[in-house]
């Protein structure tokens, strides 16, 4: 059996599945039946995803099989969890520290506005408040 194609070989775009069939006694059913995330996956996802589950998710044992460091078998799980609809961790960490960063800023700029503190005590305190880049 082939394996499900789920790009339009003529314009690229998006499959749906639109019928199911049993090649016991040949029954069908037709429908718009929604595709699960997991086989949404590039073939090279895929591939990561067997070799992760095979070696229980230990990262160290991932990167002894597939010949590549800590890091890529990060980011490849990452792209993963993003390929799936899920934040990364990372972005999620990100994401957290930007909101305090502003929070922070938010609130020297308040102090300004209120006059309990002065313009270069704003920039004193704003310069160890920086924001984290995408």
Not at 73 to 101: H, K, P
Not at 112 to 127: F, H, N, T, Y
């Amino acid at each position: 059996m082939g394996r499900l194609v789920l790009k339009c070989p003529s314009c690229s775009g998006n499959l749906s599945v639109s019928r199911l069939g049993c090649p016991n006694c040949t029954i069908s059913i037709e429908g718009d039946f929604s595709v699960p995330p997991l086989l949404k996956l590039t073939p090279a996802q895929l591939d990561f995803i067997e070799v992760f589950i095979k070696n229980r998710g230990v990262i160290r044992d991932v990167e002894r099989e597939l010949g590549v460091s800590y890091p890529t078998v990060r980011a490849r799980l990452d792209e993963v969890i993003e390929a799936l609809g899920y934040q990364s961790r990372t972005d999620a960490v990100d994401d957290s520290a930007r909101e305090t960063a502003a929070a922070r800023r938010r609130a020297v700029l308040a102090e300004v506005k209120a006059g309990r503190i002065d313009p270069e005590q704003a920039l004193a305190a704003l310069r160890h408040t920086k924001l984290p880049r995408k």
